[in-house]
């Protein structure tokens, strides 16, 4: 049984970057994608913790690097063994867990993640620019006079229909019954 994780273990280069939470979310994806050649129906998590990545009633929860692995790339590895064991188990139920074909699905999917360059950072988004606290307090200012002058508008519209109930009022009033 070792023998084929031997070979799926030597796929991994020795310097594996840490895998961050969205690039575990898109990494899990497409490695789903790859290996069911469908979308996975539900929706996806991330989460943290001593949590595995596997989907519990319609969600499929991925942790980019449980707390009790400690080894170097130990989010990808972990990543790509538990999205294998799940995609090994659908496409064959009846074979046990760690059969010897699961060792070629995780190396397929390994082959995919180095193939297609995830680990050099294809799936890193650009981090958005945090706005600094002088823009955050003109923004506000510019709301606070949008909202003056929304309510200065609805202010002199409260007037104009004074104005005419008054005048209404008046009228009827001048009137006899």
């Known amino acids: 049984m070792t023998e084929p ?25 497409r490695l789903y994608r790859f290996a069911m050649k469908r979308k996975w129906r539900g929706t996806w998590k ?23 692995r400690s080894d170097a790339g130990a989010g990808w590895r972990d990543l790509v063994h538990m999205m294998s064991h799940y995609c090994f188990r659908q496409l064959h139920p009846g ?8 060792a070629y699905l995780e190396r397929d999917m390994v ?17 958005k620019a945090k706005p600094t606290a002088s823009e955050v307090h003109a923004e506000r200012l510019a709301g606070l006079e949008i909202r003056a002058k929304r309510w200065t ?25």
């Open 5 to 29: 994780y031997h070979a799926v273990n030597a796929q991994w280069p020795e310097n594996i970057p840490v895998l961050t939470g969205p690039e575990a979310l898109s990494a899990a994806k």
């Open 46 to 68: 991330l989460t943290s913790g001593r949590r595995y990545t596997w989907p519990r009633r319609g969600v499929f929860y991925v942790n980019p690097g449980r707390e009790n």
């Open 95 to 102: 074979l046990r867990p760690h059969d010897s074909r699961h």
């Open 111 to 127: 082959e995919f993640v180095i193939k297609s360059g995830f680990l050099e950072g294809k799936l890193r988004r650009p981090e």
């Open 153 to 177: 508008a609805k202010l002199r519209r409260a007037e104009t229909a004074l104005r005419k109930i008054a005048r209404q009022r008046a009228r009827l009033s001048r009137q006899k019954p």
